[in-house]
Protein backbone atom coordinates (compact mmCIF):
# COMPACT_ATOMS: atom_id res chain seq x y z
CA UNK A 1 0.00 0.00 0.00
CA UNK A 2 1.31 3.30 -0.95
CA UNK A 3 0.91 5.80 1.74
CA UNK A 4 -1.27 9.06 0.84
CA UNK A 5 1.35 11.50 1.19
CA UNK A 6 3.68 9.48 -1.62
CA UNK A 7 0.69 9.43 -3.81
CA UNK A 8 0.45 12.99 -3.48
CA UNK A 9 3.88 13.76 -4.32
CA UNK A 10 3.48 11.72 -7.55
CA UNK A 11 0.82 13.62 -8.35
CA UNK A 12 2.46 16.89 -8.22
CA UNK A 13 5.52 15.59 -10.35
CA UNK A 14 2.60 14.59 -12.85
CA UNK A 15 0.74 17.68 -12.90
CA UNK A 16 4.91 19.70 -13.40
CA UNK A 17 5.24 17.13 -16.31
CA UNK A 18 1.89 17.54 -17.83
CA UNK A 19 2.55 21.26 -17.50
CA UNK A 20 5.57 20.48 -19.46
CA UNK A 21 4.30 18.33 -22.18
CA UNK A 22 1.35 21.06 -22.70
CA UNK A 23 4.26 23.71 -23.61
CA UNK A 24 5.71 21.85 -26.25
CA UNK A 25 2.84 20.39 -27.68
CA UNK A 26 1.53 23.75 -28.00
CA UNK A 27 4.78 25.34 -29.80
CA UNK A 28 5.22 22.62 -31.88
CA UNK A 29 1.34 22.72 -33.07
CA UNK A 30 0.64 26.60 -32.60
CA UNK A 31 -2.25 26.03 -30.58
CA UNK A 32 -3.92 26.15 -26.95
CA UNK A 33 -3.50 22.34 -25.73
CA UNK A 34 -4.68 21.59 -22.31
CA UNK A 35 -3.69 18.50 -20.53
CA UNK A 36 -4.73 17.29 -17.36
CA UNK A 37 -3.75 14.39 -14.74
CA UNK A 38 -6.75 13.75 -12.94
CA UNK A 39 -5.47 10.81 -10.87
CA UNK A 40 -2.58 9.00 -10.17
CA UNK A 41 -2.61 4.93 -9.11
CA UNK A 42 0.24 2.78 -8.44
CA UNK A 43 -0.61 -0.77 -9.92
CA UNK A 44 0.38 -3.98 -10.41
CA UNK A 45 1.44 -4.70 -14.18
CA UNK A 46 -1.22 -7.01 -14.73
CA UNK A 47 -4.00 -4.50 -13.27
CA UNK A 48 -3.45 -1.87 -15.56
CA UNK A 49 -5.59 -2.80 -18.59
CA UNK A 50 -8.57 -2.80 -15.83
CA UNK A 51 -7.68 0.05 -14.28
CA UNK A 52 -7.48 2.41 -17.36
CA UNK A 53 -10.52 0.20 -18.96
CA UNK A 54 -8.63 -0.97 -22.14
CA UNK A 55 -8.55 -4.48 -21.36
CA UNK A 56 -9.60 -6.29 -24.29
CA UNK A 57 -8.88 -3.38 -26.80
CA UNK A 58 -5.88 -2.94 -29.09
CA UNK A 59 -4.43 0.28 -28.37
CA UNK A 60 -1.21 2.66 -29.33
CA UNK A 61 0.92 3.03 -27.40
CA UNK A 62 4.31 5.40 -27.46
CA UNK A 63 7.21 4.71 -25.26
CA UNK A 64 10.93 5.53 -24.14
CA UNK A 65 13.31 4.02 -22.03
CA UNK A 66 15.90 5.02 -19.51
CA UNK A 67 18.68 3.97 -17.55
CA UNK A 68 20.79 5.29 -14.77
CA UNK A 69 20.47 4.73 -11.20
CA UNK A 70 17.37 2.88 -12.13
CA UNK A 71 16.01 1.39 -15.34
CA UNK A 72 12.23 1.23 -17.05
CA UNK A 73 10.34 3.23 -19.12
CA UNK A 74 7.51 5.51 -19.84
CA UNK A 75 4.69 4.44 -22.13
CA UNK A 76 1.97 7.12 -23.27
CA UNK A 77 -1.40 4.58 -24.02
CA UNK A 78 -3.93 5.71 -26.94
CA UNK A 79 -7.31 3.74 -27.73
CA UNK A 80 -7.23 3.71 -31.57
CA UNK A 81 -9.69 6.62 -31.65
CA UNK A 82 -7.74 8.82 -29.59
CA UNK A 83 -4.26 8.23 -31.40
CA UNK A 84 -5.87 9.08 -35.05
CA UNK A 85 -7.72 11.87 -33.86
CA UNK A 86 -4.70 13.38 -32.13
CA UNK A 87 -2.39 12.81 -35.53
CA UNK A 88 -5.08 14.09 -37.63
CA UNK A 89 -5.10 17.47 -35.39
CA UNK A 90 -0.94 17.47 -36.32
CA UNK A 91 -0.99 16.43 -39.74
CA UNK A 92 -3.98 19.04 -40.56
CA UNK A 93 -5.07 17.17 -43.83
CA UNK A 94 -1.63 16.35 -45.16
CA UNK A 95 -2.56 12.61 -44.86
CA UNK A 96 -4.97 11.21 -47.44
CA UNK A 97 -3.89 7.50 -47.15
CA UNK A 98 -6.43 4.25 -46.24
CA UNK A 99 -4.38 2.38 -43.01
CA UNK A 100 -3.00 -0.31 -43.44
CA UNK A 101 -4.30 -1.80 -39.92
CA UNK A 102 -4.91 0.87 -37.54
CA UNK A 103 -3.02 3.95 -38.39
CA UNK A 104 -1.09 5.26 -41.84
CA UNK A 105 2.81 5.34 -41.48
CA UNK A 106 2.20 9.09 -41.79
CA UNK A 107 -0.19 8.69 -38.19
CA UNK A 108 2.25 6.96 -36.34
CA UNK A 109 4.85 9.42 -37.57
CA UNK A 110 2.96 11.63 -35.61
CA UNK A 111 2.03 9.62 -32.69
CA UNK A 112 5.62 8.80 -32.01
CA UNK A 113 6.58 12.39 -32.36
CA UNK A 114 3.83 13.25 -29.67
CA UNK A 115 4.69 10.23 -28.01
CA UNK A 116 8.05 11.60 -27.28
CA UNK A 117 6.91 15.25 -25.98
CA UNK A 118 4.49 13.13 -23.83
CA UNK A 119 7.44 10.99 -21.99
CA UNK A 120 9.72 12.98 -22.11
CA UNK A 121 8.82 15.45 -18.95
CA UNK A 122 7.78 12.42 -17.13
CA UNK A 123 11.51 11.25 -17.24
CA UNK A 124 12.96 14.39 -16.87
CA UNK A 125 10.56 15.61 -13.54
CA UNK A 126 10.98 12.11 -12.16
CA UNK A 127 14.74 12.13 -12.37
CA UNK A 128 15.38 16.26 -11.12
CA UNK A 129 12.83 15.10 -8.04
CA UNK A 130 14.26 12.32 -6.96
CA UNK A 131 17.62 13.73 -7.74
CA UNK A 132 19.05 10.70 -9.88
CA UNK A 133 20.26 10.89 -13.77
CA UNK A 134 18.72 8.78 -16.58
CA UNK A 135 19.55 8.92 -20.17
CA UNK A 136 16.42 8.67 -22.32
CA UNK A 137 16.60 5.68 -25.08
CA UNK A 138 14.83 6.64 -28.65
CA UNK A 139 10.70 6.67 -28.73
CA UNK A 140 9.30 3.72 -30.17
CA UNK A 141 5.82 3.07 -31.43
CA UNK A 142 3.73 -0.08 -30.87
CA UNK A 143 -0.09 -0.93 -31.54
CA UNK A 144 -1.14 -3.99 -30.06
CA UNK A 145 -3.35 -5.51 -27.17
CA UNK A 146 -2.30 -3.12 -24.02
CA UNK A 147 -0.11 -6.36 -22.41
CA UNK A 148 1.77 -6.74 -25.46
CA UNK A 149 2.79 -2.85 -25.57
CA UNK A 150 3.96 -3.01 -22.02
CA UNK A 151 5.95 -6.14 -22.29
CA UNK A 152 7.70 -4.00 -25.44
CA UNK A 153 8.19 -1.18 -23.78
CA UNK A 154 10.26 -3.10 -21.17
CA UNK A 155 12.46 -4.21 -23.75
CA UNK A 156 12.81 -7.85 -22.03
CA UNK A 157 12.93 -6.74 -18.45
CA UNK A 158 10.16 -9.57 -16.94
CA UNK A 159 11.33 -8.62 -13.69
CA UNK A 160 9.13 -4.76 -14.10
CA UNK A 161 5.41 -5.43 -12.07
CA UNK A 162 4.81 -2.42 -10.93
CA UNK A 163 3.11 0.67 -12.73
CA UNK A 164 2.93 4.40 -11.67
CA UNK A 165 -0.68 5.50 -13.51
CA UNK A 166 -1.02 8.97 -14.21
CA UNK A 167 -4.58 9.16 -16.06
CA UNK A 168 -4.48 12.56 -18.25
CA UNK A 169 -6.79 13.75 -20.97
CA UNK A 170 -5.50 16.71 -23.85
CA UNK A 171 -7.41 18.81 -25.25
CA UNK A 172 -7.04 20.40 -28.56
CA UNK A 173 -8.83 22.24 -30.32
CA UNK A 174 -12.32 20.79 -30.02
CA UNK A 175 -11.43 17.58 -29.50
CA UNK A 176 -10.81 15.78 -26.27
CA UNK A 177 -8.33 13.07 -26.29
CA UNK A 178 -7.89 10.12 -23.35
CA UNK A 179 -4.47 9.25 -22.37
CA UNK A 180 -2.90 7.06 -19.38
CA UNK A 181 0.88 7.80 -18.94
CA UNK A 182 2.29 4.84 -17.68
CA UNK A 183 5.88 5.03 -15.53
CA UNK A 184 7.11 1.66 -15.48
CA UNK A 185 10.50 1.89 -13.40
CA UNK A 186 12.83 -0.90 -11.38
CA UNK A 187 10.33 -2.28 -8.87
CA UNK A 188 13.66 -2.88 -6.95
CA UNK A 189 13.90 0.44 -6.75
CA UNK A 190 10.56 1.24 -5.75
CA UNK A 191 11.19 1.89 -2.35
CA UNK A 192 13.72 3.91 -2.66
CA UNK A 193 12.56 6.36 -5.10
CA UNK A 194 9.58 6.38 -3.17
CA UNK A 195 11.41 7.60 0.04
CA UNK A 196 12.84 10.42 -1.88
CA UNK A 197 9.64 12.04 -2.54
Not at 10 to 20: Q, Y
Not at 142 to 168: K, M, P, Q, T, Y
Not at 175 to 188: A, F, R
Amino acid sequence: MVELNVLESIKEMGDRSASLAMESLSGMLGMEVVMDVSTVSVEAIERIPSAIGLSDEHIVGAYAGFSGEVSGSVLTVLSIESARKLADILLAGMDDEEPLEYLTEMQESAILEVGNILTSPFIDVWADTVSIELTQSPPSIACDLLHSVIDRSLDGRAENNIAIAFNSALHVVDQDIDCNILLLPDPDKMEMLFNRL
